[in-house]
């Protein structure tokens, strides 16, 4: 990339530390999500909408987005409401699909346990998180989309052993979530391949539910990612140091 790039324009504050040591010319322009996510409905007019009690405890789980993913979070994620349902009975779930394909909605839908008070959406993500006390969140873009919207969360994720087995040697890193990397620390619970249990979610998402000064606590961390992420207008800095390169080797 040092012989090949001319800049690189970096969305993540840690890629530019990481390609400006390498001698990689580069430029730190800010996440372009930041100013686009937002909620299109208030946190009582999606409850309103999707009949949940508007005062009772709201968890928005998100699975991720593949089919791979979803096979392996699925089954993990049932369990694991319906531990945090029996220990607290007022609970209620959205999950928040990546798609609208009737297919993937079929399978989102399947063996919750009809004691849940659970809804599938789609198409309706952000509206969803904006309506959550705490969130279930598949590693990935959208911890980042769950931080700007200031939601606590617990980020999960898993790959078949296989995969896991292959990566183990390439990964030299000590956070896997976007969030705990841009802040540096442990911001959020990770609860990532072995450790992504049905007990271990509901221990960590209680604590969240019934404490309000850990949620508070964990909102000041992410306050700290989002001023990390920079400022709106992502895309427009980007293009102006394009504009600015050309220029300037037209020159």
């Known amino acids: 990339m040092r012989r090949r790039f001319a800049l690189g324009l970096c969305i993540f504050p840690f890629e530019e530390k990481f390609y400006s040591d390498a001698g990689v010319p580069t430029k730190f322009i800010g996440h372009p999500l930041v100013g686009h996510v937002k909620p299109s409905l208030d946190r009582a007019a999606f409850r309103a909408a999707h009949h949940f009690h508007p005062e009772e405890p709201l968890i928005a789980v998100l699975p991720g987005s593949r ?42 839908r399947q063996g919750w346990g009809g004691q849940l008070s659970l809804r599938v959406v789609a198409n309706q993500t952000y509206d969803a998180l904006a309506a959550s006390d705490a969130a279930i969140v598949s590693s990935g873009t959208a911890t980042v989309e769950t931080a700007l919207l200031d939601v606590p969360m617990v980020v999960v994720y898993r790959v078949t052993p296989l995969t896991a087995l292959l990566a183990k040697p390439l990964v030299r890193t000590k956070f896997f979530s976007m969030v705990n990397l841009i802040a540096g620390k442990r911001a959020v619970p990770e609860l990532i391949q072995s ?52 220029r300037a080797n037209q020159k």
Do not use: K, W
Not at 213 to 228: C, K, Q, T, W, Y
């Open 67 to 108: 089919s791979a993913e979803l096979r392996q979070h699925l089954p993990v994620l049932r369990e694991a409401c319906l531990r945090i349902y029996n220990a607290e009975p007022r609970t209620q779930f959205v999950v928040a699909a990546a798609h609208d394909r009737s297919d993937e909605l079929a399978a989102l």
């Open 195 to 246: 450790d992504f249990t049905a007990d271990r979610v509901a221990n960590e998402i209680l604590p969240l539910l019934r404490t309000p000064s850990l949620r508070d606590a964990m909102r000041s961390d992410l306050a700290e990612v989002r001023r990390r992420l920079g400022p709106p207008g992502a895309v427009d800095r980007a293009a102006d140091a394009i504009l600015h390169l050309i």
